[in-house]
Structure formats: C-alpha cells, structure tokens
C-alpha cells in the first residue's frame, strides 16, 4: 500500500461549527504533514508530526488543531474558522525527517461560510 | 529562510516538443531537490527528485539537472503529451528546523500541451 489516504474529499462547514480531517497512511512512514493549499499556489506547511511528536508548528492559528493518535493516522480539527480558511488541505507522510520524499494525499476541499 | 523562484508561471508546447521549467533557490545548503505534477482535483505527486550529489537524473521522458554552484536546477520533459498538462512545482529541502523535513515550494509552473 503506497497511498495517503484523506476523509472527507470535500467539506462544508459554517463559522461556528467544528469539524475533523482525516488521513491515513499505511507505508510505515514516522512523519506526518498537514499542508493547506489556496488556488493557483503552493501547499504552504502547517504542522509536522516525526515519531508521533508534533515538532513543526508554522505559527498557526490555534482555531486549527492537530492530533496524531498513532503512527498511521493523523487528524485536523477544525474550529471556528473564518472564510478565508477555505483551501485545499493536503495531508502528507515521509519516511523519515531527513530528505525523504513525502507522498501527498489527495487532499480535502474545505469551504467555511 | 530557503526561497524558491520558479520560471516560467505558465508553458505553452505543442505536442511532441520538449517543455524546461527552472528553478533557483537561496539556501546553500539544501540538498535535496524533488518536482510535483498536480493535476486538477488531486494532490501533489512527485515525478522525479534529485540530491545534492547528483547533476542529473533522467526517468524515461522525464531528466531534472542541478547545478549547485549557480543554485539552480531544472525539470525537462521530452515528446510531451497531453497527458502532462498539470501545474508542476518545485521544492527544496532545508533544514532549518530540528525534527522533519520542511520543503520549500516553488511558485509552480501551469504546463499546458496543445495536441
């Protein structure tokens, strides 16, 4: 198996309400990244998780919060977002921490109204 | 911080011809130098990538050189195909943090091949 998988593919959701992304991977990988992603950019890093231990936190807004319950799987809650959250929020997994190529899954499309 | 400018924003090539996209980047020591075709709707995937040690790698159509002296490298894609018409981005690796690799993104590059 050599795919990050992301749940849901699209998501709606208003200012007030709280709402968890998903994503899975099953390739041993020990790191773990969310990436959000805007129109004709590029995925600007969020958070890192290496050995289950968030280690790189890009001074993001604490209305995003991120959770790594095991190895396999890493979660992104969201909380009391504002409509310029809306982005394409890109879930990725390494190997390792050193120069190893990161395998992206196919993201979640978020809309917050 | 590593900063990544990527030229051209946008290619047009006619189906057959090859397509160059470059890159230039600040941080002397990133060494590692990977590109992701994105196509509409799905995420990133890396089409080819290459190391510091290396000034050029080639996968079937695909070849990527680097030269780390003047800091810059390049995607080459020959006999394009429709099927390559994506949005292609390069990245470099740095290490400017103590656990995880952080890439750093180029601005990325719209290709469009006319059949």
């Known amino acids: 198996d050599t795919e990050v998988t992301q749940t849901p593919k699209h998501l709606v959701m208003g200012m007030t309400n709280k709402k968890s992304l998903k994503c899975e991977q099953h390739m041993g990988h020990r790191a773990m990244y969310w990436y959000k992603q805007k129109a004709k950019k590029p995925p600007e890093l969020m958070f890192v998780?290496?050995?289950?231990?968030?280690?790189i936190n890009e001074s993001v807004p604490s209305r995003f919060s991120p959770e790594c319950p095991n190895s396999s799987l890493l979660n992104l809650h969201l909380h009391a977002l504002q409509p310029e959250d809306s982005a394409l929020y890109l879930c990725a997994s390494s190997q390792g921490r050193v120069e190893n190529e990161q395998f992206f899954g196919p993201g979640t499309r978020l809309t917050v109204l | 911080g590593e900063n990544v400018e990527q030229h051209p924003s946008t290619l047009s090539v006619q189906e057959g011809d090859s397509a160059v996209i470059k890159c230039t980047y600040s941080?002397?020591?990133?060494?590692?130098f990977p590109w992701y075709k994105q196509e509409l709707g799905k995420g990133p995937q890396l089409i080819i990538d290459i190391r510091s040690n290396v000034g050029e790698k080639k996968d079937q159509r695909i070849a990527v050189t680097l030269n780390k002296t003047a800091k810059h490298f390049s995607l080459h894609i020959t006999e394009t195909q429709p099927e390559d018409s994506a949005v292609y981005f390069c990245a470099c690796f740095t290490t400017g943090h103590g656990y995880g690799n952080k890439l750093v993104f180029g601005a990325g590059t719209i290709l469009r091949v006319k059949s």
């Open positions: 998780y290496s050995y289950e231990k968030l280690s």
């Open positions: 941080d002397s020591a990133s060494n590692y």
